[in-house]
């Protein structure tokens, strides 16, 4: 696969600078230039990114475009592969470019209104939040390209419906939860619209996709203590990564909020912090073990690293656990189940340890509305995605009850 790096051209510089790509493939590499510029004192050279961190919304603005360019060209890249060609510099350069253009220019008057309610959110909404919706009007202007089809807010009909969701499923691959998280982020644009007089198109109300979890993997005692236990060396990238895995297992907190942990959140029992995702306050008591996590923070030894390379490391860590037995990855795409069988530390990623969390909290016997309350989460509905009450903790609980 192709390696994609942003770069500054100017990093010793004072006043903003552009920033470049270097796209590696098969042993040719190539710089790609882009319209975004950035000042070097807000750039992370390691992470490759905007600093985020109390920074305001504009830097995850320019880190999802980040994220665009780079799956505009690996998806360019292996389209022009498939057809037996390599791209040049030229190509790649226009991979990104032109559309960006072609967006400003000639972009429906509904796709602008789109754009303009995003723009709207951000005031209030949460950058995770904010990428989402963005998500969903790129993949409205790609399947407009795809499928030539207008987008004024009339053309919004069932038939439309019927022919973004089949796009979603069958040319981007999109399971059936992200399809159902797309069509209702365009629901909610729709309504707004609707309630300002940009439309009276009321067929968006019957857009619907049946919205099928995927299979919910979580970690057993015995496997977080096995990551616990691994002897690493001291202050490693491993010793690091798995500091931040355990305090997500131990305390339920996502990972947004784990990054931004500072000193002042911290108290003798507990963690004070107002989230990322829903801005809400709370109080995260701490075990013993999280404990110890939390002081390397207060002396400023615990590092947070970006999310992927944290996914990649605490793969490494369950692998070096010896988490290897093999599991079932289930999920739906247009109703129909897909599987996929592997060793469980391939699928482990910073999420795993919240729904670890959770799963745990609920096997020991804390209370269901506590467990929700300690996770942030206010409806059943959202919290069940989190749960993966195991069959050996299950059949305990019956024993326990009703003998062996």
Not at 205 to 212: D, L, S
Not at 221 to 241: F, K, M, Q, W
Not at 273 to 292: F, H, M, N, S, Y
Request: aromatic share 10%; net charge positive.
């Amino acid at each position: 696969m192709p390696s994609i790096s942003f770069h500054l051209k100017r990093p010793q510089s004072d006043k903003p600078t552009s920033i470049f790509i270097w796209f590696n493939a098969n042993g040719h590499r190539t710089k790609i230039y882009t319209d975004l510029k950035i000042l070097p004192a807000k750039w992370d050279t390691e992470e490759q990114r905007a600093k985020t961190y109390r920074q305001g919304n504009a830097p995850y603005v320019l880190n999802d475009t980040l994220d665009l360019f780079r799956e505009q060209l690996l998806e360019f890249y292996a389209e022009q592969r498939v057809k037996g060609l390599i791209p040049d510099a030229t190509a790649l350069r226009a991979a990104i470019e032109p559309k960006t253009i072609a967006a400003v220019h000639e972009e429906p008057d509904a796709l602008n209104a789109f754009a303009d309610w995003i723009n709207y959110c951000s005031r209030s909404k949460r950058p995770n939040t904010i990428k989402v919706y963005r998500t969903a009007l790129r993949h409205l202007r790609e399947f407009a390209l795809h499928a030539k089809h207008p987008m004024g807010f009339n053309d919004f009909t069932l038939a439309f419906a019927d022919k973004f969701t089949t796009y979603l499923m069958q040319q981007r691959q999109l399971a059936d939860s992200a399809i159902h998280k797309n069509l209702t982020t365009l629901k909610n644009f729709l309504g707004y619209a609707q309630d300002r007089g940009l439309h009276t198109n009321a067929a968006f109300k019957r857009f619907a996709w049946r919205r099928r979890e995927p299979s919910i993997l979580t970690l057993t005692t015995r496997e977080v203590c096995a990551i616990a236990d691994l002897v690493l060396p001291c202050g490693s990238y491993l010793d690091n990564s798995r500091a931040l895995f355990l305090l997500g297992c131990y305390t339920g907190l996502r990972y947004s909020d784990i990054s931004a942990l500072r000193p002042e959140h911290i108290f003798e029992t507990s963690l004070r912090i107002t989230t990322q995702k829903t801005a809400e306050d709370q109080v995260i008591p701490l075990r013993p073990e999280a404990r110890d996590i939390v002081a390397r923070i207060r002396v400023g030894s615990l590092r947070p690293i970006s999310n992927p390379k944290l996914n990649l490391y605490v793969k490494e860590l369950a692998k070096l656990a010896g988490i290897d037995r093999e599991v079932e990855r289930v999920r739906y795409r247009g109703g129909q189940r897909l599987s996929e069988r592997g060793p469980k530390y391939a699928y482990v990623t910073t999420h795993t340890a919240r729904r670890t969390f959770v799963t745990l909290a609920l096997e020991d016997g804390i209370e269901m509305s506590r467990v929700m309350k300690l996770s942030g989460h206010s409806t059943w509905a959202a919290f069940k995605r989190y749960v993966n009450v195991t069959d050996d903790s299950a059949a305990e609980a019956f024993a326990a009850v009703y003998g062996q």
